[in-house]
């Protein structure tokens, strides 16, 4: 089912998101502004100038001049306006966490001062409609900015909102979709050309995969090693990465591979490279659920061809 919203609002759960843990535990949108009573509040946006008048007298450490006041009281307003069809957001632990709430707002007593709350509908959710985690390193930074926002609430322009509601329900807008078409069209028509690649060739692009990824070659190359092809390792960590490339392979190819690959105690993991499968092979890699031993077939090997761009390099040894 398809979430929308009427609002997105950006919270702050106290300063440094303090209160987020509390709050997605136990389900609730916090605020703070204790300085005004919840009583008072209460009444807005109808008793707006008392509020107005209360932040001005009562939140100096907020700055008290007229603009200033103003915007915190416009914030309190929108915590105590905001409907069930307003959608809250706020980022914590590297993701983006949302939700929806009762109108209602309660006051709260927390170590001795009054904050107000309201109850989540559900729960809060880190994860977008296909059940996908929503890691800050994924959303745009039109989003994102709103993190360095120095209030405590503040309302997302429409692009931006229609661009988080694509992001929770597991869609893109209609120019992303044509791109990714254009990319999957694009990765397919690859495929035969990869498969025509002189075994060499292969192997070069191969290598340049693992290379343009960060991995850097410090053994063997073009087969003067019987077990591997490529011997990386990570300048960053130290691991070292074993890979075998074969244009063409059968399960028992694959099979060796990982017996032997159970011997070498210096690699940390094993790719099996190959552009040509027989299908017993694909049965039997798909089967493996391991992050040691990893399987890349003709698809996987033209998607990483154009997420490094080298597509232009390929076209060039095939043309």
Avoid at 111 to 119: C, G, H, M, N, W
Avoid at 188 to 196: G, K, M, T
Wanted: proline share 2%; with cysteine.
């Amino acid at each position: 089912m398809t979430i929308t919203c009427t609002q997105a609002l950006f919270i702050k759960l106290g300063n440094g998101n303090k209160w987020a843990d509390e709050c997605f535990e136990n389900d609730f949108v916090r605020l703070d502004y204790s300085e005004i009573p919840h009583e008072l509040a209460n009444g807005l946006p109808e008793n707006s100038d008392a509020v107005f008048e209360a932040a001005i007298n009562r939140i100096p450490r907020l700055g008290a001049t007229d603009g200033a006041s103003r915007n915190h009281v416009g914030q309190i307003c929108r915590f105590y306006e905001a409907d069930e069809k307003v959608l809250w957001f706020t980022f914590h632990s590297n993701r983006l966490w949302w939700c929806f709430s009762t109108k209602s707002v309660t006051p709260e007593i927390v170590e001795e001062i009054e904050l107000k709350r309201r109850a989540v509908i559900g729960k809060w959710s880190d994860v977008n409609d296909l059940g996908e985690t929503l890691w800050k390193s994924k959303l745009s930074g039109n989003l994102l900015k709103t993190e360095g926002f120095q209030g405590t609430i503040c309302e997302l322009k429409d692009d931006v909102r229609n661009y988080l509601m694509h992001k929770i329900n597991g869609t893109v807008t209609r120019d992303v979709r044509k791109a990714q078409e254009a990319q999957q069209a694009l990765s397919a028509a690859l495929i035969p050309v990869i498969q025509h690649l002189h075994h060499a060739d292969f192997e070069i692009l191969v290598d340049l995969i693992f290379m343009l990824g960060g991995l850097r070659r410090v053994g063997v190359s073009g087969g003067t090693e019987k077990d591997i092809d490529l011997d990386l390792e990570s300048p960053i960590t130290g691991e070292h990465i074993a890979v075998q490339v074969k244009s063409a392979a059968n399960v028992t190819v694959w099979n060796n591979y990982k017996e032997i690959a159970r011997g070498m105690k210096d690699y940390s993991r094993f790719y099996f490279v190959t552009h040509s499968p027989t299908k017993a092979l694909q049965d039997a890699a798909r089967s493996v659920d391991s992050t040691s031993y990893i399987y890349w077939d003709v698809n996987e090997i033209a998607r990483q061809v154009i997420r490094s761009g080298l597509t232009g390099w390929v076209l060039d040894k095939a043309a």
